[in-house]
């Protein structure tokens, strides 16, 4: 069993809808998990960072973390062509900063 | 820019060429890491570096060698590459005690 399951999708949406982008760990001792965001050509840059369970919020960006069930999501409010990216869940595993991503979920958001 | 550069953005080389890729962060951090990425496929950790010393190697093929001479500079060397190497190679760097890594550009590299 992979550590970090994401679908890669692509998922195509129009403008100003609700995004939900999920993935699924199967560690239970995972404590931080993360999102990165990442634009064709570029490398990924970080856009949430969550410890533990439950809810945190910046902007039009929702990340959640239910560790009873090892899943963890990202919510995009209001989304817009800008936000058409790669979606990379991440989760820090043992020690030395190592972090162990998910396969990305591509987004299209289209006008 | 991020403040991670990479050099050169592309290459390409054939199976018996040698090469270095080269990765500078000026962000004062002291880890330094090599990832590859393929498409469809999750981010694969190669190498991690802490205070220059080498603290990780995922079990990765000796045709890549890395090299981090300071904490602000880090390469990666290649030799005799096969054509399933061809991916984008990812650096980045993150400082203590904090768990958000900062990414170079990458360089995509193809092997024929």
């Known amino acids: 069993q992979k550590e970090v399951e994401q679908d890669p999708g692509p998922l195509s949406v129009p403008e100003g809808a609700i995004v939900s982008l999920n993935c699924t760990y199967s560690?239970?001792?995972?404590?931080?998990f993360m999102w990165y965001r990442q634009y064709s050509r570029k490398g990924p840059e970080l856009l949430m960072y969550t410890y533990s369970s439950g809810n945190k919020e910046d902007g039009r960006f929702t990340a959640q973390v239910d560790k009873s069930s090892k899943y963890i999501s990202l919510f995009i409010r209001d989304s817009q062509p800008s936000d058409s990216a790669t979606y990379l869940c991440?989760?820090?595993?043992?020690?030395?900063?190592?972090?162990?991503f998910g396969a990305g979920t591509r987004l299209a958001v289209h006008p | 820019e991020t403040g991670v550069t990479q050099t050169p953005r592309h290459l390409v080389m054939g199976m018996t060429n040698k090469k270095s890729l080269k990765c500078e962060q000026h962000l004062g951090h002291n880890a330094m890491y090599w990832y590859k990425q393929s498409a469809k496929k999750p981010l694969e950790l190669m190498f991690v570096?802490?205070?220059?010393?080498?603290?990780e190697n995922n079990s990765v093929p000796s045709r890549f060698s890395p090299e981090c001479p300071n904490s602000s500079h880090l390469f990666l060397h290649l030799h005799t590459l096969q054509p399933e190497d061809s991916a984008l190679y990812l650096c980045a760097s993150s400082p203590p005690g904090n768990y958000g890594y900062t990414f170079g550009s990458g360089t995509r590299l193809t092997v024929v």
């Open positions: 560690n239970s001792a995972f404590q931080y």
């Open positions: 991440a989760i820090l595993s043992g020690g030395y900063n190592k972090l162990i």
């Open positions: 570096y802490n205070f220059k010393e080498q603290t």
